[in-house]
């Protein structure tokens, strides 16, 4: 559970997927006596980059203007409504949070939003996910409003599709980099029909070192994925699933691609000195 502090709060709306409740716990050091943003941080369409955005009441009130704006809405049970203005071009942004106050915690949880929050598609993935754009583009969709059961299942059925090309990429950085005729073989028994946890256990040595930041190894990850079932988790555990799948995915595609065209770039100029 997540301590409220200024910086949660802020973090929650500006990042927070819609339909998406997170619970808070009130902290030692700060109680919060209001639900309130002066400004917040979002992409904005017309400046086509991330802007600041201004609360339009405390834009108001910095302009010398009304002096009686609305009063900042206390945190209680009920919806919450926010309106946001760029500072370059004014384009506004209107989020509306629905808060359910208990003793010491609050559950929110944002109910809308626009405009809506652009999908931020990865060019890595999108190239990968070629022949499977139609799951992708759902699984993003999904992601974006915290469906997290349907965004898991799609990030399931993508893998599930492109676990041997995966493979076949990391089968290319081990004999370009480093060729361990035992770790390729480790690597190729993956592609049989051995049981998944047999494909854990190998997904979790078969993989360079150098592929595995701070020893947390992505392909490991991924059959882990795989093997999990869907039916008895929450929409919550299954949208944190569809997250790590997705960026361990991600990592492991802009890692090999990267590798492979610094490779490749690096012998057509030495081949000519």
Not at 181 to 194: A, F, Q, R, V
Request: aromatic share 8%; proline share 4%.
């Amino acid at each position: 559970m997540t301590e409220i502090t200024p910086k949660s709060l802020r973090e929650f709306i500006e990042t927070k997927q819609l339909y998406c409740a997170e619970e808070f716990t009130e902290g030692l050091l700060w109680k919060p006596s209001n639900l309130w943003f002066s400004e917040i941080d979002a992409f904005c369409p017309r400046c086509k980059k991330e802007k600041t955005y201004l609360n339009t009441e405390e834009v108001i009130r910095s302009r010398g203007g009304m002096t009686s704006s609305t009063p900042k809405p206390r945190i209680k049970s009920g919806i919450h409504h926010f309106d946001f203005k760029c500072v370059s071009c004014f384009q506004k942004v209107c989020i509306w949070v629905d808060a359910k106050v208990k003793e010491s915690t609050y559950v929110l949880e944002k109910i809308g939003e626009i405009p809506r929050k652009r999908l931020d598609r990865d060019t890595a993935l999108q190239k990968f996910f070629s022949d499977d754009q139609e799951c992708y583009e759902r699984a993003l969709v999904c992601l974006s409003h915290g469906y997290g059961i349907a965004a898991y299942a799609y990030m399931r059925r993508i893998a599930e599709n492109h676990i041997d090309s995966l493979l076949s990429l990391v089968t290319k950085e081990v004999e370009a980099s480093n060729p361990d005729p035992e770790l390729i073989e480790k690597i190729e028994t993956l592609h049989g029909n051995s049981p998944m946890s047999e494909k854990i256990r190998i997904a979790n040595i078969a993989i360079p070192s150098s592929l595995n930041p701070d020893g947390l190894n992505p392909l490991g990850k991924i059959y882990k994925a795989l093997s999990e079932g869907i039916h008895s988790r929450s929409e919550s555990e299954c949208l944190e699933s569809a997250t790590n799948l997705m960026e361990s995915i991600r990592y492991l595609i802009s890692e090999l691609t990267e590798r492979s065209k610094n490779r490749n770039q690096y012998l057509k100029i030495t081949q000519k000195i």
